[in-house]
């Protein structure tokens, strides 16, 4: 008889024919470790694997080549929370109302809704040891804390952005909301002394020593390369003289800093013979902030792609995205097939052999990932996007977008782009392809309707007419 976790497994990728060599190779391992990292405004052309040269980014791209990289990879919004929320349920958050960054509104209803289920609830369920390090940014009242919503281990801040020298007698703290700026390990404040990047680090080495006679799941969420561009005197050197911009120089030692980061912790799996039987994905939450001015701008680059965050135009959604596990992913390969973040939740479930549940927007990636012959196989019919006035659906080679241009605050309306000959979204076919444009914009509405309206306001930035296209203003929470 074949074991649970195996008719498990074959049951969540029977969409899709696969031969026996590609179901045997994506079998999931007895005691499957699940690693989710996410780093935060990192921007697509500053790692090596993408074309960045202005510091070395080894281990990332090392990453990336040990397994499949996405060349197509999105998140579902363009701002840190809802991206979040979005990878955290598997859903498009759009469909519960967290829509925005949770900082307009009272505190007990800012956050992830207390009725979703988190990837940690389902890996809990199946007994998961499963820890949060870093950036959480998903609500602050008790009920929103990470403990609260599937996580057993947590260390970390609860806001949107933190300062990276961390200092035991509490100075100097970045922003203004600093009772709420600390560094918590459970629910209660931890005064330390380091850097961020490698004190998250550390703990996420601690927690895999931990959790070793069971499978665990941790959701490692890097604040580096977000502001405040803080530079580590340990790597301060390695950047290189040439760039004299002091922003310019933050970022790159704060992404010096992750990469450094990202090749300790597979080195200590490597180590401790974890490697094998551990699953990695890496994404970054949303585009650079390359624009200015803009209250998070940290000079990330986005080419060849147009935008940043806070825009549903390529560079602010389509985003570095790699997986690796040795063994069943194979490596060295590029998946050029639409996939969003989304799609996370259900792969990762596959992987330890649990059950997904109803109503996911995303989807299992495991059979797409180990088949062995055949065209690539398309995972998604359509993908689509809301953020405040701007929307967007992506069907094949073709993008409808109405993006918002921040410097003249104005909406540019349906546009229609061609993705397979122009990436950067230069030229709009709109006017040579009524048809499809008319087909996209009636897809997007029909998938709109089944949106809520935002639970909470965003910011004039994220929201400036107050509710999103197809929400009446009437139906949006004050």
């Known amino acids: 008889m074949l074991p649970l976790r195996f008719v498990r497994f074959?049951?969540?990728?029977?969409?899709?024919?696969?031969?026996?060599?590609?179901?045997?190779?994506?079998?999931?391992?007895?005691?499957?470790?699940?690693?989710?990292?996410?780093?935060?405004?990192?921007?697509?052309?500053?790692?090596?694997?993408?074309?960045?040269?202005?510091?070395?980014?080894?281990?990332?791209?090392?990453?990336?080549?040990?397994?499949?990289?996405?060349?197509?990879?999105?998140?579902?919004?363009?701002?840190?929370?809802?991206?979040?929320?979005?990878?955290?349920?598997?859903?498009?958050q759009t469909k519960f109302g967290h829509e925005f960054n949770p900082h307009v509104g009272e505190e007990a209803t800012l956050g992830l809704p207390l009725g979703e289920r988190t990837l940690a609830d389902h890996l809990r369920a199946a007994g998961y040891a499963t820890g949060l390090i870093g950036k959480w940014h998903q609500g602050f009242s008790p009920a929103h804390h990470p403990q609260s919503r599937g996580f057993d281990d947590y260390f970390g801040f609860l806001v949107g952005a933190h300062n990276f020298t961390l200092r035991r007698d509490g100075a100097p703290k970045f922003g203004t909301a600093n009772s709420q700026n600390l560094i918590y390990r459970g629910r209660a404040v931890q005064p330390l002394d380091?850097?961020?990047?490698?004190?998250?680090?550390?703990?996420?080495?601690?927690?895999?020593?931990?959790?070793?006679?069971?499978?665990?799941?941790?959701?490692?969420?890097?604040?580096?390369?977000?502001?405040?561009?803080?530079?580590?005197?340990?790597?301060?050197?390695?950047?290189?003289?040439?760039?004299?911009?002091?922003?310019?120089?933050?970022?790159?030692?704060l992404l010096l800093g992750l990469d450094d980061s990202i090749g300790r912790l597979r080195a200590h799996l490597e180590k401790t013979n974890r490697a094998n039987d551990t699953l990695i994905v890496f994404l970054s939450d949303n585009g650079g902030a390359g624009r200015k001015p803009f209250f998070a701008y940290n000079t990330?680059?986005?080419?060849?792609?147009?935008?940043?965050?806070?825009?549903?135009?390529?560079?602010?959604?389509?985003?570095?995205?790699?997986?690796?596990?040795?063994g069943r992913i194979p490596a060295g390969r590029t998946f050029d097939q639409p996939v969003i973040a989304l799609d996370v939740l259900p792969t990762a479930l596959a992987a330890a052999g649990a059950p997904s549940p109803a109503g996911l927007d995303g989807v299992n990636l495991l059979p797409f990932l180990t088949a062995t012959s055949g065209p690539a196989a398309t995972p998604h019919a359509d993908l689509f996007w809301r953020f405040g006035p701007q929307r967007a659906v992506?069907?094949?080679?073709?993008?409808?977008?109405?993006w918002r241009d921040?410097?003249?605050?104005?909406?540019?309306?349906?546009?229609?782009?061609?993705?397979?000959?122009?990436?950067?979204?230069?030229?709009?076919?709109?006017?040579?392809?009524?048809?499809?444009?008319?087909?996209?914009?009636?897809?997007?509405?029909?998938?709109n309707a089944a949106n809520a309206a935002p639970v909470w306001r965003g910011t004039p930035s994220e929201d400036p007419a107050g509710h999103p296209p197809g929400t009446p203003k009437s139906s949006t929470k004050k």
């Open 406 to 447: 921040f410097e003249t605050k104005t909406q540019s309306g349906w546009q229609l782009f061609d993705l397979a000959t122009d990436p950067g979204e230069t030229r709009d076919l709109a006017t040579q392809h009524p048809t499809l444009v008319r087909d996209l914009a009636a897809a997007w509405e029909k998938w």
């Open 300 to 326: 990330g680059v986005n080419t060849p792609f147009r935008g940043d965050k806070g825009q549903v135009l390529e560079g602010g959604i389509r985003v570095p995205f790699f997986a690796a596990w040795p």
């Open 394 to 402: 992506r069907r094949g080679r073709w993008k409808l977008a109405d």
């Open 194 to 253: 380091g850097f961020a990047t490698t004190v998250f680090t550390d703990e996420a080495i601690a927690f895999t020593g931990r959790h070793a006679a069971k499978p665990w799941f941790l959701y490692l969420a890097y604040n580096a390369v977000h502001t405040p561009l803080e530079i580590d005197p340990a790597v301060a050197a390695r950047v290189p003289a040439a760039v004299t911009d002091p922003a310019r120089r933050g970022y790159l030692a």
């Open 10 to 92: 074959l049951l969540a990728s029977s969409c899709l024919p696969l031969s026996s060599s590609a179901l045997a190779a994506s079998a999931p391992a007895a005691h499957t470790n699940l690693l989710v990292i996410v780093a935060d405004d990192l921007g697509y052309a500053d790692l090596g694997i993408h074309g960045g040269r202005e510091v070395p980014t080894p281990h990332l791209d090392a990453l990336a080549r040990a397994g499949t990289r996405f060349t197509s990879g999105y998140v579902s919004a363009p701002y840190c929370s809802p991206s979040r929320a979005g990878f955290l349920t598997g859903r498009y």
